[in-house]
């Protein structure tokens, strides 16, 4: 029974070399506007929203206060500092 070598096709590669014409320089990069809104969004129409009516807020009353006592003579000392803002 004879052999069949069989030999693997070979590939021929294209070796590709960018033109030094069309090579990109660091000042010729576009970059995106990271500020600038999603490309194809449109401009919305806007509708006037009305805010409901709210009741302006209390004037905060500061302070703090200072408490210190025994419930008896015996009695370990309770008490502390309350801040209010």
Do not use: C
């Amino acid at each position: 029974m004879p052999q069949n070598s069989v030999q693997p096709h070979r590939t021929k590669a294209k070796i590709v070399k960018p033109d030094a014409s069309k090579a990109a320089s660091p000042g010729h990069i576009a970059f995106s506007n990271p500020y600038a809104p999603p490309v194809g969004a449109g401009k919305l129409k806007s509708t006037d929203f009305t805010l409901p009516e709210r009741p302006l807020p209390a004037d905060p009353q500061g302070g703090f206060s200072i408490t210190a006592g025994r419930e008896s003579p015996d009695a370990p000392m309770t008490g502390g500092l309350k801040f209010r803002f």
